[in-house]
């Protein structure tokens, strides 16, 4: 039978019936997750300036392991929504470093040409500093241009009769 179990590096981890994987072999350690027999996985410095709060957190995070889930497991409170890269509600910008995020469908590959990425789904390749964005603000980056007329203004007017008519 194939077992499904919490893995203390990741979310889940799944091992298919095999004697010679055992729970056993996996040794985490505060700073990096290591295997049995492998090298050490490098961690990185992230610093993430929370414009909405006005805090700045420092924590360390490994190269396999979200920046988001790691910033938890540390007691670190940053913004999110659907966990899966789908929306704008973990982005930021990059202001200097690297991070992987092949998983990001939220934003587009302009945006992240141009320095935006998603926290929860992102993998630190270097040290990284990155800056908390509106969520909105993304989104209209993201999704405005098929909006041809730009940004809906609230018509109090038309509400009114829409409201009326109930």
Known sequence: MD?????????????PQNPS??????????????????????????????????????????EDQYILHSAEDQDITLPFACRHGCCTSCAVRVKSGQLRQPEALGISTELKD?????????????????????????????????????QIERDDYALELAMGDE
């Not at 077992?3 to 091992?15: G, I, Q, R």
């Not at 998603?118 to 909105?136: A, H, K, N, R």
Request: charged share 25%.
């Open 114 to 150: 141009k320095g935006y990425a998603l926290l929860c789904v992102g993998f630190p390749t270097s040290d990284l500093e990155v800056e908390t964005q509106d969520e909105d603000e993304v989104y209209w980056l993201q999704f405005g241009r098929y909006f041809a007329r730009g």
């Open 3 to 15: 077992l499904l179990f919490m893995h203390p590096c990741n979310a889940s981890t799944w091992v």
């Open 21 to 62: 994987i055992s729970k056993n072999r996996l040794k985490p350690t505060r700073t990096r997750c290591v295997l049995a027999n492998s090298e050490a996985v490098p961690t990185h410095k992230v610093t993430v300036h929370d414009r909405q709060r006005g805090i700045v957190h420092e924590f360390r995070v490994a």
